[in-house]
Structures are given as C-alpha cells and as structure tokens.
C-alpha cells in the first residue's frame, strides 16, 4: 500500500510539474508575440507584426515603461551599415552623419517628438512617438514623413531607434528605418516599400 501511495505521489508531482512548465511555455510565446514581452499596442501602428520580427535580429528591444529622458540633439557620425534588406549597401558602408533631435518628451505617457536631418540629403518629422526602456537603455517608435528634392520623392517610413543614455550622449545608438511608403521617384533611385535598412554609430557614441 505505501509503494502505492508513493506512486500516485509521484505521479501528481509530475502532473503538475508538466501543467507548470506548459503554463511557462505559453507566457513565453505570448512574450515573443509582443516584442519580447512589450505589449504596448502602439507598436504595431508603426511597424506590422512580421516586419518587427525581422528587425529585431538586428537592433535591441528594450522594453519597460521608464525610460531616460532623451530629449537632445545627437550625431551618427559615421553612421555604418549593419544590414540592408536590399543589399545595397555592404555591412560597414558608411553613410552621411546623421543628425537625431528628440524634444518634447512626455513622461506620462511616454511620448515625444522628432526631428532628422542626413547632411543636405532629406529631413524627416515625427511627432507622437512613443518610448520604452528602463533605466538607461530604451527604445523608440514613430513614424515619419520625408522628402527627398534630389529625386522629386516623398517617403513614408517607420523608425526604431535604440541606445543607452550616458552623460556625453547615446552609447550604442542603432537605427533601423522600414520603408513602408513611396511617392514619386520616377526613375526607382530609391528602395521600394517593404525594405529596410539598420545603421549603427560607428565609434559607439552619439554625441550630444
């Protein structure tokens, strides 16, 4: 009779070990879902679901909902390729300094404006984006509308800027830009809807 109790034990033990670990597992997907654990729903106004996935192989996710405030002008400079979707451009290339403002920020709900300039290039706006993050690291959301005179182009985009707040600006900065619209630009010069491209600065430091 003992070694039947002692079997049954056993065996309710095992049940709900396996109950747990299904329990875990399912927590699980649900995170990978939602941008490693980020359910702000906000985030698939930016950029789909699908897309998201791709580019998070190459710029970190940080999620929470303490941010550093980042409100200043940065430079990317050199600003190097990571990846292009299109293969444009080779992992390394370096492209014009980048010029990041970031003012406005809310922290009630975790908000802020944006402005960007690519040397004499294009300019782009972004108002209403939203932040994530915990302590220094976060990351930022927002889409924005641009223009490109040299080739008689607007563009409509998604962005996700990561980093790390310091003292003397933005470690580790990346930069991924999603091309989710496209008018003009008769001849193609530019990259089509869909694409994407990930930058980083060169030197570890934006600096402010």
């Given at each position: 009779m003992k070694?039947?109790?002692r079997y049954?034990?056993?065996?309710?033990?095992?049940?709900?070990?396996a109950i747990g670990m299904a329990a875990c597992g399912d927590d699980k997907d649900d995170d990978d879902?939602?941008?490693?654990?980020?359910?702000?729903?906000?985030?698939?106004?930016?950029?789909?679901?699908?897309?998201?996935?791709?580019v998070s192989q190459y710029i970190p996710i940080y999620d929470g909902i303490n941010p550093p405030n980042v409100e200043g002008i940065y430079i990317m400079d050199p600003a190097v390729t990571v990846y292009d979707s299109q293969a444009n451009y080779d992992v390394?290339?370096?492209i014009v300094p980048v010029h990041l403002k970031f003012f406005n920020q809310n922290s009630s709900n975790n908000t802020l404006d944006y402005h960007e300039k690519e040397g004499d290039i294009s300019t782009a706006e972004g108002k209403g984006?939203?932040?994530?993050?915990?302590g220094s690291n976060f990351t930022i959301y927002f889409n924005t509308d641009s223009t490109v005179p040299q080739y008689s182009a607007t563009l409509k985009q998604a962005l996700v800027v990561s980093g790390t707040?310091?003292?003397?600006?933005?470690?580790?900065?990346?930069?991924?830009?999603l091309f989710t619209d496209k008018t003009g630009d008769p001849d193609n010069h530019l990259v089509p809807a869909g694409a994407f491209r990930v930058f980083k600065d060169g030197d570890g430091l934006a600096i402010s």
């Open positions: 070694k039947t109790y049954y034990g056993m065996l309710l033990v095992a049940i709900f070990m879902d939602n941008g490693n654990g980020n359910k702000d729903p906000r985030i698939a106004n930016v950029i789909p679901d699908d897309m998201r996935q791709r390394g290339h370096e984006a939203f932040i994530s993050g915990d707040m310091t003292s003397s600006g933005i470690k580790n900065l990346v930069y991924a830009i």
